[in-house]
């Protein structure tokens, strides 16, 4: 078969632009009602998504003046959609900084049994000193130590989920033997960070574990991707930059001893559709037209780390910025944003509005057919294996992709046209299913 | 309206008697099924129970041989029978103990917005070194120690529940305004256990917060109770023993300066029907036949904490036991094993016996107008405002109670014969939706 793109549907409130709560359409309270979810999951498993995602962070995050604040927790969420659909995968944000190995593997396991094997974990070591004081900590760990402890995270995971052999329910009713002690292995583990003893308590489950993806793409991230992901979400502006990006990570994937075609990479593209383009134009312009600026200036400076009441609205950014060594946030955004003002010598305000859709990553407006040539040209020049799509506005920019793009990419024999028998989210981005580290069998062939 | 009972199905594995997946009906991989707890829930809901309710310990517990382990996550499955149900309440177990406030707090909101305000919480401290050790502990902490951190752990998610006032979202779109930041209240605690600063990032949900449960009878469990709870499971063997802690319980209320009718006592029962009494012994008889005792014993030296090998199958428990207040597990349960196999002379294979059915809790052998007669005697005298329906076998016995139970409570006029319009758990409760402590509007009237 050949090569195909995996879309993946990121689900955030109204939609990925900032302003898209107060379009006349969309509902301020939509982001926390369980309908409007079920209805976009629903969408995207008619445009054949390989999955849905959430992102997440466990703080209230800025002001609510500004716009829908709050979410609800993702891994829920993710469960309740699960009964509401039958083959999207479930991909779910879950910090390795505030959360404990068991009760997350053992989560993760629960989802995954109950949604025959759709689960994903989107692995962050979230950034910021507001989370940070929600548990216990005074300021953030260090970007460094946030990563160590994540990695740390991983393996006492992986030692969980394979802490039951695949084939350790006997279920003997006459002998009165319901399972093999000697199938269980539990971790035993002892680390920096965890002291985790028993074995989980959830059978293995059908991928064997969830689907592991990153989204961090500093010099950390990227090593921890090259290590344990199977799919990575990454902002990326132009073509070279992804290609760039692409070669790099694939390359550290095998340099890592892992087959570099077991890792998708997955840029995120903001879709701002019409049916001509002057038509995608005065669309986007019209959410830009609803950006409350003092509000984006507020968020500039903090993802900046600048003291308030520091930009100046058509001021261009300072010139004597930190690098991004010295941020121990989000420090591939950061890097991101301060290159895109620069290569475009972008005011403080066309920088806002250019981040208003996409957060930084690539929004792009056009006709279904120069959407389809845009995703096209990334993914047969080398720089995407599929996307993130992030409509500007939900439920109807996540439609209209389905009933508009997804038709063309079917019609280039680049995209699924339907999901055919039962699969798990493992098997729909073409991947194994990991062998169990403490089986004495044979793994079994894929 | 005539007080009704509250009826809860406590929902385990292939039923609450260990030798139920013996059974030729059972099959030993459902405890670990989705479809087994959907058809469950909707048994449940075609009898008007209240609620369904999952225990759980973050533990391995015992051997795998001796009969069905592990179980999937009580919140992740709870949230994915929400949408597989309309009206039934739905109170997952989670530890304060091995939990972070935040994080619990913001899941449970999740899942009352997500299920119309059907969630309830079993506050349990979670008793056992087994489950420490999986979180970073040696030892499991001492009783008065894990309750200390339960309260702080209390006070902190209810401050977390309230840091949003009902009407803190204002959708304003005209004004660009989402949100109003005066009705945020962060919770900015600092305590003994617990450092959370920041408001919840989930608005407040429809009950306000889960229903608080527990479960707990030692000392300072009812102490918490009275404290904060609005229903508590208990284990009682005997119609006296029930109505003194009724009664104990509802005193100690009113004393905590609430309202005794607000705390909402259910008796676990295990109903083993028959369609005469011999034909109920005789079903109680073949499960007994099915247990293994060597593992009874197992399981018997490990709540006493004796050493292995202490107890004779023939002989009776040893006259030296500690008494309660040197135990650090679950108190309670302790004592009311030790005066069980006292108060009747039982050798510990007729305990094991006893035990098998409902670890601790009534059963109840007998015709459905039998089953029906005992339940309203203790609703009657005192003893209950409801059950804890624990049926020996699942499905079939849940079936059983539904179909021939239920009809003769309703036709008694002690059980709802439909549930009407949708309600929160609260309100199925009889409880008043909780105040907001930060808020500055009058209560709304309940």
């Given amino acids: 078969m050949p090569r195909q793109l995996h879309l993946n549907a990121f689900l955030m409130n109204t939609g990925h632009h900032e302003a898209s709560w ?10 926390v009602e369980l309908d409007h979810y079920v209805r976009l999951a629903q969408v995207a498993e008619r445009g054949t998504f390989d999955s849905l995602f959430l992102a997440d962070g466990p703080q209230l995050w800025g002001t609510l003046a500004q716009r829908p604040a709050g979410a609800l927790e993702p891994l829920t969420l993710l469960t ?52 940070a004081r929600n548990f216990g900590l005074d300021a953030e760990p260090a970007h460094a130590e946030r990563y160590a402890r994540a990695a740390e995270f991983l393996d006492v995971a992986l030692k969980l989920w394979d802490s039951w052999e695949d084939d350790a329910i006997v279920g003997d009713k006459a002998a009165g033997v319901w399972g093999d002690d000697a ?6 583990h002892k680390g920096a960070y965890f002291s985790v003893e028993g ?4 059978p293995r489950s059908p991928q064997g574990y969830p689907l592991l993806v990153q989204a961090g793409s500093s010099e950390d991230g990227r090593a921890f991707a090259a290590r344990y992901a199977e799919a990575v979400f990454t902002a990326q502006q132009t073509l070279p930059d992804a290609q760039a990006f692409y070669a790099d990570l694939k390359s550290r994937t095998a340099a890592a001893g892992r087959d570099p075609g077991h890792i998708k990479v997955l840029p995120g593209i903001v879709p701002v559709i019409g049916s001509t383009e002057a038509e995608a134009r005065a669309n986007e312009q019209a959410l830009e037209d609803h950006i409350v600026y003092t509000h984006g200036v507020d968020r500039l400076e903090r993802l900046l780390q600048l003291p308030e009441g520091s930009l100046e609205l058509d001021g261009e950014l300072p010139t004597d910025l930190p690098p991004e060594d010295a941020i121990e946030g989000a420090k591939s955004r950061y890097t991101l944003v301060v290159e895109l003002a620069r290569r475009e010598r972008l005011t403080v305000r066309q920088l806002i509005g250019r981040l208003g859709g996409g957060r930084g990553h690539l929004t792009f407006a056009g006709t279904p057919e120069q959407v389809a040539d845009a995703i096209e040209e990334w993914f047969t020049q080398g720089a995407a294996d599929g996307f993130n799509i992030m409509p500007a506005v939900l439920p109807s920019g996540l439609e209209t992709f389905v009933e508009q793009v997804v038709p063309i990419l079917r019609a280039r024999g680049l995209l699924r ?30």
């Fill in 22 to 31: 107060r379009l006349p359409e969309s509902d301020p309270y939509a982001h």
């Fill in 80 to 131: 309740a959609l699960a009964t509401a659909t039958e083959h999207i995968g479930l991909i779910a944000t879950a910090s390795t900084s505030y959360n404990s190995p068991y009760n997350l593997a053992r989560k993760f396991a629960s989802l995954d049994i109950i949604s025959g094997g759709r689960a994903g974990w989107n692995i962050v070591t979230t950034a910021g000193a507001e989370a």
């Fill in 183 to 188: 199938k269980i292995h539990p971790p035993r």
């Fill in 199 to 202: 074995a989980l308590n959830v």
């Fill in 417 to 446: 046209t339907e999901y055919g028998s039962r699969q798990t989210l493992r098997e729909r981005y073409g991947l194994p299913r990991p062998a169990n580290q403490y089986s004495t069998q044979e793994p079994a062939l894929v």
